[in-house]
């Protein structure tokens, strides 16, 4: 039974058409999406809300999972994701090779980082086995699988000694950040584009917020407060962001990373500030769900269907950078590879629930 | 392992075509060792920045001849001088591409060339290449690194991603002028990793118009460029003129990423020795 649009899948849903027009460098309508006016973007919010959804697979604590049935679902899924991460990046792989192949350009092996995959393929081969050799754009699941597969600890922490859960979690954020500390790449030296070990307060206050008691049950009982001192952050550093008046990172005081704003080690401000834009625009869902439907339902779907929808959106955003290569980016070429994108995400989800209801009918 | 675009109909072509690269490679590494361990190639330990650029910058032959022209580096010939670790930053979409194929753990080819050349060298090379960026995001980021890394000098490869993605020109510009700019305000040298050359995009308006204002930029704000596409335009005529056959993908094979590596290397090299023009600003004397 699909379950009835709701606002995680619909965030999700529009976390989902964002980052796949986002993974589209330099194509028109990137200009419309939110982190044109917010420091934050659409990964933030894909990462708080697979931290949401990893709340609501544990159950509520009335109804709790024993904890070997909990570590093997959790298992299972960051299983899952891995499977998916492997699949596209070989499917990107192909794409590449084969446009370059198609288009007589070898240039495009170099593309997202793949370079190396062709070049040394030996040991960049087991670097792509071991997520430690990420293709551009493609560095979400990475992090993604290292979050679920902490997720067991997550949420036996939380069964067991909630309070410690947050607080432990901020102390490896502030560590990470004050080290500092990052994951590497290996056989290319380098770092994780999204560090995990800052990246995973985000899934962690997702994931805490989505439980009945604790810090979930203090948000919800002062959501009005939460919004009230949320609204003008969102609205100053959108300013900020939009005239671009951020200090000159080098004379920022030390620890840089704690003042700084930067995706990779997901700094405070870009924390506090998807925090705040996620209080605010939480309270929009119930007003214009009822007045736009369709597009509840619409993106809903998507959300519900994440990880496929998500797997091709990766793929359709690498196959629109080289349609713009070819068609040389027109505004047509453009809105024909968003709106065929998103057409396709949308034939995604609803062949994904399309096999769900034939499964539970067969 | 290089790759080949060529149909399989053309296996043989192919065949002797890798044997040819192949042997231009171990040319290029023999060529570049012999110079590397000439004594009379090697600095002192302690040079002055105004020194004459060593023999030992020089590039292999098979990796065609790049122009390097004379732009000095003051702030890593500073950090040279007093005998302090040069940090490189490497930004951009292809780490090889920039810093030579890395095998088995080993420190990138650039920093192997560049330690083994300059007597007295000691070279951090700080990879934070991101595939896919386009120039202003790259800008964003690559002022971040700097903050956190403090380098003396940034590789920065540009203007690939910016040509497939049809980014206007001006705005571009805008981005890489900018970001030059900054980098001299805060005494970091910079050396922009220009375009690779494909005989199939010689003819691309806008892969052209994007090198076109690489040059621009590198003449008006006297950057130091790698002239990667010329130097491989250089070599592709000279093996199509001698009956050679053309490798089509040279600049993608390990063998022109470490010719890359070479003339990064030589890049350097030149600017550290190269004497500081009268009119740019003396280096701060510390960062």
Redesign the interface.
Same mark, same amino acid.
């Given at each position: 039974m699909t379950r009835q649009a709701n606002a995680i899948d619909f965030w999700r849903g529009f976390a989902l058409v964002s980052i796949f027009i986002n993974h589209i460098?330099?194509v028109f309508y990137e200009r419309l999406t939110h982190r044109n006016f917010s420091i934050s973007d659409s990964a933030e919010l894909f990462v708080f809300l697979a931290g949401w959804s990893l709340g609501l697979l544990v159950g509520s604590r009335t109804q709790p999972m024993t904890a070997p049935r909990l570590v093997a679902r959790l298992g299972g899924r960051a299983l899952t994701i891995y499977a998916a991460q492997i699949l596209i990046s070989s499917i990107a792989l192909a794409i590449l090779?084969s446009s #370059?192949?198609t288009f007589?350009?070898?240039?495009i &092996?170099?593309?997202?980082? #793949?370079?190396?995959v062709?070049?040394?393929?030996a &040991?960049t081969h087991i670097g792509l086995v071991l997520l430690t050799h990420q293709?551009?754009?493609f560095d979400i699941l990475p992090l993604y699988v290292v979050l679920m597969l902490a997720a067991p600890l997550i949420a036996l922490i939380d069964k067991f000694a909630r309070p410690l859960l947050v607080p432990l979690s901020l102390a490896l954020y502030f560590a990470s950040l004050t080290v500092?500390f990052t994951a590497r790449t290996w056989?290319?030296?380098?770092?994780w584009?999204f560090n995990p070990f800052t990246w995973q307060v985000i899934f962690v206050l997702g994931f805490a917020m989505s439980r009945d008691e604790g810090l979930g049950a203090v948000v919800r009982r002062n959501i009005d407060l939460v919004r009230m001192i949320s609204l003008p952050i969102v609205v100053i550093t959108a300013v900020l962001v939009w005239f671009n008046w951020f200090p000159?990172?080098?004379k920022?005081p030390e620890p840089?990373?704690l003042f700084?704003?930067?995706k990779s080690f997901l700094t405070p401000m870009r924390l506090i500030q998807f925090l705040a834009l996620a209080a605010v625009f939480s309270a929009s869902y119930p007003y214009f769900a009822p007045w736009v439907p369709w597009l509840t339902e619409f993106l809903s779907s998507l959300g519900r269907n994440s990880l496929n929808v998500f797997c091709v959106a990766s793929l359709l955003s690498l196959v629109g950078?080289v349609v713009?290569?070819l068609y040389?980016?027109s505004l047509l070429a453009d809105t024909i590879v968003v709106v065929c994108g998103i057409g396709l995400l949308w034939l995604t989800a609803w062949v994904s629930e399309w096999r769900d209801r034939q499964r539970a009918a067969g | 392992?290089?790759?080949r675009?060529e149909r399989s109909t053309k296996g043989s072509r192919l065949i002797v075509g890798r044997l040819c690269l192949g042997a231009l490679g171990l040319a290029a590494v023999l060529i570049q060792g012999a110079w590397a361990q000439a004594p009379s190639a090697k600095p002192e330990s302690t040079p002055e920045p105004s020194a004459v650029a060593p023999e030992a910058s020089a590039v292999a032959k098979d990796c065609g001849e790049p122009k390097v022209a004379v732009t000095p580096l003051p702030n890593s010939a500073l950090a040279l001088q007093k005998h302090q670790k040069i940090k490189i930053l490497a930004i951009g979409?292809?780490?090889?591409?920039v810093l030579g194929?890395?095998?088995?753990?080993n420190p990138?080819l650039l920093e192997q060339i560049l330690e083994r050349n300059i007597k007295g060298l000691d070279v951090e090379i700080i990879?934070?290449?991101?595939?896919?960026?386009?120039a202003e995001?790259a800008s964003e980021r690559l002022?971040?690194e700097?903050?956190?890394n403090e380098p003396n000098l940034v590789l920065w490869q540009v203007g690939?991603?910016?040509a497939?993605?049809?980014?206007p020109v001006e705005s571009f510009e805008r981005s890489v002028v900018g970001t030059v700019r900054w980098l001299k305000e805060?005494n970091v040298d910079v050396i922009l990793v220009g375009l690779?050359y494909?005989k199939?995009?010689a003819k691309n308006e806008?892969y052209q118009a994007i090198r076109t204002s690489l040059q621009r930029i590198t003449a008006a704000e006297s950057v130091q460029r790698v002239t990667r596409y010329e130097a491989m335009e250089v070599l592709a005529r000279t093996l199509r003129e001698s009956g050679r056959p053309e490798p089509?993908?040279f600049g993608?094979?390990?063998d022109g990423?470490n010719c890359m590596a070479q003339y990064v290397a030589r890049a350097i090299t030149v600017g550290l020795f190269a004497k500081p023009a009268k009119h740019a600003p003396q280096p701060a004397p510390t960062r």
């Open positions: 460098p330099g090779a #370059a192949y007589d350009n070898p240039l &092996l170099e593309w997202h980082n #793949a370079a190396a062709f070049q040394d393929p &040991l293709l551009g754009y500092p056989p290319v030296p380098g770092q584009f000159d990172p080098t920022l840089k990373l700084l704003n930067g950078q713009r290569y040389t980016g | 392992m290089g790759v675009m979409s292809s780490a090889a591409a194929m890395m095998h088995d753990g990138p990879n934070r290449g991101f595939s896919g960026e386009l995001a002022k971040l700097v903050a956190l690939a991603n910016d497939f993605a049809q980014v805060h690779h494909m199939q995009l806008h089509r993908d993608l094979t390990e990423y």
